[in-house]
């Protein structure tokens, strides 16, 4: 990939301003004026071709001359720090049909019949947070106490990390996912976390319980189907994307559902499962909270949209703004919960959609509007703007929602 960074090329990232819930301003407008694709300077003085329409990322995310290999000196690393993560390949990172024996291996872990074994702990779980910020009385920060929370305790269980062990994992992670920082730290916290795993893979492979690294170590690792370093980077993986972006998506959907009264009303009134299903998957498009990350690099000439991609060239994909893509979804721009309509692209497309989005969903479908009917007037304790979010990393959105309601 080129190293000269060529004159005219959009600096990126892109300021999301003062608003978790949308995506950059400045995407849309390059969407509109350069057909969806354009070239974009990395925080590292590279230089990247950025997917901003749907159409576009629905064609090229389906497209095998592209690799997710991380590893490549091709891969586009979207700032110095990311290049500092752990090394070993995930199945994320992975093409054909190496990708798709991590897919087979995992599919059964997060089918709808397995993840409906967990909506009762899902709902147990939702009760017992709801109940403890009732009596702890408003204002209180739902992000926090909810939106941080609930999956958390859902990923440990369903993983296998001691829920005890919650609070060395946010402090890894978000020296992981930051955009900007000493990449030393990004190094330090990659080893400490790919060190833990080691260590629960073994304990696990000794003393299996109910959980997925057990059935992982106990299985395909035994029988010597994968290596140690596959073992652990698949439930990294599994760990950061179960959790962390869950959390934002929960948190930020509530936000914009506390923006847009009459779709909370809607809520508040009661929906049926098809209802609730339909506003988890608008809340999904609506609030895209994976600002990026979704990164390839091509292995051939690529021609689209009267461009080329030439062989070597980095891809990112944006998925927020191709959510809000006119050429797809009507009214783009405006939340409407019984919106039936093509479907979007929060969790990718193609063969990496994320494994683990049935498990999303069952959070955001038990927790919200279960927590609306709980807190009877349920609102913002500050005005919109004051709400913070943190941007600059691969996900984004609300890292507070003070909100009040009626005693």
Request: glycine share 8%; proline share 6%; hydrophobic share 45%.
């Amino acid at each position: 990939m080129e190293t000269e960074v060529e004159d005219g090329l959009h600096a990126f990232p892109a300021s999301r301003g003062v608003c978790p819930v949308h995506p950059q301003a400045e995407y849309a407008d390059w969407r509109a004026d350069e057909g969806g694709l354009t070239k974009i300077r990395l925080l590292n003085g590279t230089w990247a071709w950025f997917v901003l329409s749907a159409e576009h990322v629905q064609t090229l995310l389906r497209d095998k001359r592209l690799s997710a290999d991380r590893l490549h000196p091709n891969y586009p690393q979207e700032s110095p720090i990311h290049a500092s993560g752990p090394t070993a390949k995930s199945f994320r990172s992975m093409d054909g049909e190496q990708h798709m024996v991590f897919r087979r291996m995992l599919a059964k872990e997060f089918s709808a019949q397995r993840i409906d074994e967990l909506r009762p702990l899902i709902q147990e779980t939702t009760a017992e947070l709801i109940a403890a910020i009732k009596a702890k009385g408003a204002p209180a920060d739902l992000f926090t106490d909810l939106a941080l929370a609930l999956p958390m305790r859902i990923v440990c269980a369903h993983i296998g990390v001691p829920f005890e062990h919650r609070d060395r994992f946010d402090v890894w992670i978000n020296a992981l996912l930051a955009r900007e920082g000493d990449p030393a730290d990004a190094m330090k916290a990659g080893q400490e976390m790919v060190q833990y795993i080691y260590e629960l893979i073994d304990q696990r492979g000794a003393e299996p319980c109910d959980d997925l690294v057990s059935r992982v170590a106990t299985g395909p690792l035994a029988r010597g189907e994968i290596t140690r370093d596959q073992a652990m980077s698949t439930v990294l993986i599994l760990f950061l994307g179960g959790y962390e972006s869950t959390a934002f998506s929960l948190g930020t959907g509530l936000l914009a559902l506390l923006q847009n009264p009459d779709q909370l009303a809607r809520v508040r009134a009661g929906l049926d499962t098809q209802g609730v299903n339909r506003m988890v998957e608008e809340l999904l498009r609506y609030t895209s909270v994976t600002d990026a990350g979704m990164d390839r690099f091509a292995v051939e000439d690529i021609e689209i949209g009267g461009k080329v991609i030439a062989a070597g060239d980095g891809v990112i994909f944006h998925l927020p703004t191709a959510n809000r893509d006119p050429e797809l979804f009507t009214n783009p721009d405006v939340l409407d919960i019984g919106r039936d309509g093509p479907r979007h692209l929060a969790f990718g497309w193609g063969a990496h959609q994320c494994v683990g989005q049935n498990l999303a969903r069952a959070d955001l479908q038990e927790a919200i509007p279960t927590v609306v009917a709980a807190l009877p007037g349920l609102r913002l304790a500050v005005p919109d703007e004051e709400v913070p979010f943190r941007e600059n990393v691969l996900v984004v959105g609300a890292t507070s929602l003070p909100v009040t309601w009626d005693e």
